[in-house]
């Protein structure tokens, strides 16, 4: 499974981005994708999941919305009332959900959020 993420740009604080990531090759293989934020010298946070479900972090919630377009095996991260503190390298993951980790990451893409 391969993954590309794409969207990530410069935005001042309370403008809107939306990210994606494109799931290619064998995607039979995964039931579950997720979006993760790094902050400079910080450790990688979930942002959100979404398999049957869709789960947010507390930070994001009511901001960001998760979403899977099967027809083109692509998930879509739509982040709204961005916060400087959103600010970070936003990875792509899926796997199978009987895996304990992720097996698959995209490249990741810079968000910058100004104030």
């Known amino acids: 499974v391969q993954l590309q993420a794409s969207g990530g740009g410069s935005v001042q604080a309370g403008g809107s981005l939306r990210l994606s990531c494109a799931a290619s090759?064998?995607?039979?293989?995964?039931?579950?994708m997720g979006w993760f934020r790094q902050a400079p010298g910080k450790q990688r946070d979930v942002v959100g999941i979404?398999?049957?479900?869709?789960r947010y972090a507390d930070i994001v919630k009511g901001r960001f919305t998760l979403s899977w377009d099967p027809a083109e095996n692509t998930a879509y991260l739509e982040m709204n009332s961005l916060k400087s503190e959103d600010t970070g390298v936003y990875l792509c993951?899926?796997?199978?959900?009987?895996?304990?980790?992720?097996?698959?990451w995209g490249q990741g893409t810079q968000v910058t959020v100004s104030s």
């Open positions: 979404i398999n049957t479900l869709t």
């Open positions: 993951g899926a796997r199978n959900s009987r895996s304990a980790l992720y097996d698959f």
């Open positions: 090759g064998r995607t039979d293989r995964i039931d579950e």
